[in-house]
């Protein structure tokens, strides 16, 4: 049985969720419808030990066995105590957090290459463990890489997709990685056993974007065969799969809002898609963009998102008005590979030709850029607190920017 979603949580996500609403019933009747700086230190990563053997591990051919009741009040749950933590927070920036004077003073501290192998070169995406000094990366190489900020050292290297990586997760809990590639697999791995706990075939297509559920306990993928998929990464079972079918092609990225009841999906066909996850339904579109959607990103405070396609703009949206209040023009054929807020919402980052922050506000200044990369950057990531920004690159290498 479908559990209805309870008005909970700060007024102002809840605003968001209620304009949402109003746009059920259409969306219900269309998804019926046939549809020159200073010289920085370059450090060459020391290998890490061979990694143990990997034990055997069972491939799923994964058929959904449905969302319980008690996963629905999990995830019930879950956003009721998120949100109220978001409130207590409110809209101050938090204490510590770098002003944009000081963001803005920020430059290359360190380079790291020689963490992906260079016959297949280019560092594809980036994560970082939230409460380590460590990052995790994947390549064209097919492999993923934890590294050791701290000591400058890889830690371990996980082989076993056949095509490149192109999303990794850092759960939170510090020992589990989740990655996606092209070769349909999406891959959960234990840190500290080296080793591959779970390989889910969850699609009958590229695997094009994956995110973490704030309870840490379930994993939303989405694929160029037009589904997205929801996921339990203890077990490695798939609870449900959902088609696109107002779509003509492939989903492209997918990302949570911070309450974990709806989240967005980007396509082939130039749409913004949000969805009410109880529902299973789409609950607004957000159109603007040419091209296939690149990026999307929700700002943690839950109040914006972020979107860009291949039309050398990114576009903000307020979700609790459900408009587009800032379009930010970018440079001519500037592609958009990633998008990210930092954990306070205060932030922007963007990864394409150069890696810039920006503030978010009404005028959503331009902070910083940095052109450190000799290719294209692929990644970018907030440190806690924005104490540092990392960023990869097609160029092989990964990169860390703070203040001196």
Request: aromatic fraction near 6%.
């Amino acid at each position: 049985a479908v559990v209805s979603t309870q008005s909970t949580g700060d007024k102002e996500v809840t605003a968001a969720r209620e304009a949402l609403a109003t746009l059920k019933p259409q969306a219900a009747l269309a998804a019926q419808q046939p549809v020159a700086p200073a010289p920085v230190p370059v450090h060459v990563a020391v290998p890490a030990e061979p990694a143990r053997p990997e034990p055997m591990e069972v491939e799923t051919q994964l058929v959904p066995i449905g969302l319980s009741e008690e996963v629905l009040q999990q995830l019930q749950q879950t956003h009721v105590k998120l949100t109220s933590l978001r409130k207590k927070r409110g809209k101050e920036m938090p204490e510590g957090l770098p002003t944009a004077q000081q963001l803005k003073h920020y430059t290359q501290t360190s380079s790291h290459p020689g963490l992906h192998s260079a016959s297949l070169p280019g560092i594809l995406c980036l994560d970082l463990l939230p409460n380590s000094k460590r990052t995790v990366t994947g390549g064209a190489d097919r492999n993923i890489v934890v590294f050791d900020k701290e000591a400058e050292k890889i830690v371990c290297t996980l082989k076993g997709h056949t095509k490149k990586v192109t999303n990794v997760v850092a759960h939170p809990n510090e020992k589990t990685i989740i990655s996606a590639s092209p070769d349909t697999h999406l891959r959960i791995w234990d840190i500290d056993g080296e080793s591959c706990k779970h390989t889910l075939r969850i699609h009958d297509g590229p695997g094009t974007g994956r995110s973490l559920h704030p309870t840490g306990d379930y994993m939303l993928s989405c694929s160029a065969d037009q589904h997205w998929g929801f996921s339990d990464i203890g077990t490695g079972k798939l609870l449900c799969k959902v088609a696109d079918q107002s779509v003509s092609h492939g989903l492209t990225c997918c990302q949570f809002h911070p309450d974990g009841l709806i989240f967005g999906t980007g396509t082939s066909d130039s749409l913004v898609k949000i969805w009410d996850f109880k529902e299973q339904k789409s609950a607004a579109n957000f159109p603007g963009h040419s091209g296939p959607i690149s990026a999307i990103a929700f700002s943690e405070n839950g109040y914006y998102l972020a979107t860009s396609a291949d039309d050398e703009v990114v576009k903000l949206w307020d979700l609790r008005k459900l408009r587009n209040f800032k379009t930010i023009s970018l440079d001519d054929k500037y592609t958009v590979r990633g998008l990210t807020f930092d954990n306070s919402g205060h932030y922007l980052a963007v990864a394409g030709p150069d890696v810039r922050v920006y503030q978010i506000s009404k005028q959503c200044d331009l902070v910083v850029t940095w052109d450190a990369h000799t290719q294209d950057s692929t990644d970018v990531s907030f440190g806690p607190d924005v104490n540092y920004v990392a960023s990869v690159s097609n160029d092989r290498t990964l990169k860390f920017y703070s203040a001196n």
